[in-house]
């Protein structure tokens, strides 16, 4: 599945489970698992409890996800790009 198939959604990080995973409750209110995404983990980014994050969930299994953003504090999530 490409990146362009997942869908973007905002949340905040819950815990911190074992393995690289991340627990997300989303602003809808809905608790997913989630990964780093490989981008993520080649810079270094960190990400702890209470971070603001995207992450893109595949429409296939909504309960899994993949961290693609950490929103700095105090600052709003980059706009989308138009698909062409």
Do not use: C, W
Request: charged content about 20%; hydrophobic content about 30%.
């Amino acid at each position: 599945m490409s990146r362009k198939d997942l869908v973007q959604i905002s949340g905040a990080v819950q815990n911190i489970l074992g393995g690289g995973r991340y627990q997300i409750k989303l602003d809808n209110g809905h608790v997913i698992t989630a990964q780093l995404s490989g981008r993520m983990r080649r810079f270094r980014i960190r990400v702890i409890v209470g971070d603001r994050v995207q992450v893109g969930v595949s429409p296939y299994d909504p309960t899994h996800g993949f961290i693609t953003y950490r929103e700095p504090p105090g600052s709003r999530p980059p706009a989308a790009k138009p698909q062409s």
